[in-house]
Nanobody
Framework: QVQLVQSGGGLVQAGGSLRVSCAVS???????????MGWFRQAPGKEREFVAA????????SYSDFVKGRFTISRDNFKKSVYLQMNSLKPEDTAVYYC?????????????????WGQGTQVTVSS
């Protein structure tokens, strides 16, 4: 059974940095290497929105406009993990962040295309 377990996040002042991590279990690392991985977020009262995605071997990445230049997605296939480094954080980045896995699919910003989801991690940015 594929499971995504998130860690990191927390509370930071505006302009600060945080990193969230997502470890995948239940698959061999060769299989994980065929998963597109993504990060999404959901703020209170808002719909879940796409943040970033990374291709199978990390050679391609995609970002939403509101995080481009501030956030970096990366992965370590041997550790079966994906990371989101968040710099220059703003209060509007406050949300629950979710990692997601899309087996054998291309990068996409459509949440419905991802089959597996992490439990969510709270990120709060104070002004």
């Amino acid at each position: 059974q594929v499971q995504l377990v998130q860690s990191g996040g927390g509370l930071v002042q505006a302009g600060g940095s945080l990193r969230v991590s997502c470890a995948v279990s239940g698959v061999h690392f060769n299989t994980f290497s065929t998963y597109t991985m993504g990060w999404f977020r959901q703020a209170p009262g808002k719909e879940r929105e796409f943040v970033a995605a990374i291709s199978w071997y990390g050679e391609s990445t995609s970002y939403s406009d509101f995080v481009k230049g501030r956030f970096t997605i990366s992965r370590d296939n041997f550790k079966k993990s994906v990371y989101l480094q968040m710099n220059s954080l703003k209060p509007e980045d406050t949300a629950v962040y979710y990692c997601a896995a899309r087996p054998q699919g291309r990068m996409t910003s459509a949440s419905a295309q991802y089959d597996y989801w992490g439990q969510g991690t709270q990120v709060t940015v104070s002004s």
